[in-house]
């Protein structure tokens, strides 16, 4: 078969449970079903990973050993990951199962050299895009899909950046603030002036809580849970 491009475009899924786009990782929809005529069960389908604005320059390797590696992204501006069986992506789907690909997952092995296929965290916000490669051990690549639309991650603000002068709070915290200052203030001049009474009491009625009586004899007890117990043995 001659190399060709299947009509699929990579999209993010809506079924993360942790968020399908985080700071560094976004997660796809698994090619299932994408290459099935074009490929046999021995190829690999692989995940390319590029900054958007340099898909155009991208040559699919023409074999596996000339993968473009991660430890190189973003100065190389696209790497390939995830590179696995075409047996993992059948058809078929068990009830309940989750089939999804987490782009950037993996932390362990960014600046290791020996894996040029580590999924890393994503350096920046992007924006990427994506497509699969279907390639063969022996003969390079096969088969590939259109590449996703742009994929832009979420940024995280610096805390050092949040304006917290009260100057810029709204006109409705300043009145809520003052009026709860108000109501503080009268709450405290309220129990200033006026203590709270709780009746006198007349010491010669009152019964005699504690007094001189005979020393109290308590009986020693050896309690069985805490003495004669064997040493603690690991």
Request: contains cysteine; negative net charge.
């Amino acid at each position: 078969l001659s190399f060709v491009t299947v009509p699929y475009e990579p999209e993010i899924t809506a079924l993360a449970p942790e968020g399908n786009i985080t700071s560094s990782t976004f997660v796809l929809e698994q090619p299932r079903c994408v290459f099935n005529n074009t490929v046999s069960d021995t190829d690999e389908i692989w995940l390319v990973v590029s900054l958007s604005s340099a898909i155009s320059n991208f040559t699919n390797p023409t074999s596996l050993q000339s993968l473009p590696p991660f430890w190189q992204f973003p100065e190389t501006p696209n790497y390939m990951t995830m590179g696995t069986s075409s047996l993992n992506y059948p058809c078929e789907k068990s009830s309940g199962q989750i089939t999804v690909l987490r782009v950037g997952n993996e932390t362990g092995c960014v600046l290791d050299r020996s894996r040029p296929d580590c999924n890393g965290p994503l350096p920046g916000p992007g924006p990427y895009r994506v497509k699969f490669l279907a390639m063969s051990p022996a003969t390079g690549p096969k088969a590939e899909t259109k590449w996703s639309a742009p994929i832009t991650l979420k940024t995280v603000k610096d805390p050092a950046s949040i304006d917290t002068w009260p100057g810029r709070r709204s006109a409705g915290m300043i009145v809520i603030t003052t009026i709860l200052s108000i109501l503080l203030a009268i709450l405290l001049a309220s129990l200033i002036c006026c203590p709270p009474s709780f009746g006198s009491l007349d010491i010669s009625e009152s019964a005699e809580i504690m007094g001189k009586q005979d020393p109290v004899t308590v009986k020693r007890y050896n309690t069985h849970h805490i003495y004669d117990q064997p040493a603690f043995k690991n």
